[in-house]
């Protein structure tokens, strides 16, 4: 049974910075591709990172890039999300997912089949 449990969430203000983590238990993340998502209020479940299993460039959304950093540590089997330059439209419950089969470089979200809970990050201005 796979277990995701996101920590880190919080409320910043607009250039703040913060470190999501999501511990996995069930799925190593050096054979299960892992992604976050974000949902912002009134708003559907949005792509935010990806990190393959293999280790190849993680892929962002065109929003974050160059403000994510997305990263693992194999060892804890945690996956991590870390945010800088937050900005108020970056407001969301963030979710951790994985990937629902091994060894698999695709990152369309019905490929995910295990979520955490999520994670409120509020960003205000």
């Known amino acids: 049974q796979v277990q995701l449990v996101e920590s880190g969430g919080g409320a910043v203000q607009a250039g703040g910075s913060l470190r999501l983590s999501c511990a996995n238990s069930?799925?190593?993340?050096?054979?299960?591709?892992m992604a976050w998502f974000r949902q912002a209020p009134g708003k559907e479940r949005e792509f935010v990172a990806t990190?393959?299993?293999?280790?190849?460039?993680?892929r962002y959304a065109d929003s974050v890039k160059g403000r994510f950093t997305v990263s693992r540590d194999s060892t804890k089997n945690t996956v991590f999300l870390q945010m800088n330059n937050l900005r108020p439209e970056d407001t969301a419950v963030y979710y951790c997912?994985?990937?629902?089969?091994?060894?698999?470089?695709?990152?369309?979200?019905?490929?995910?089949?295990?979520w955490g809970q999520g994670t409120q990050v509020t960003v205000s201005s």
């Open positions: 069930g799925r190593p993340v050096n054979r299960y591709t």
């Open positions: 997912a994985a990937h629902r089969r091994p060894f698999s470089g695709t990152w369309f979200q019905g490929d995910f089949d295990s």
């Open positions: 990190i393959f299993w293999s280790g190849t460039t993680p």
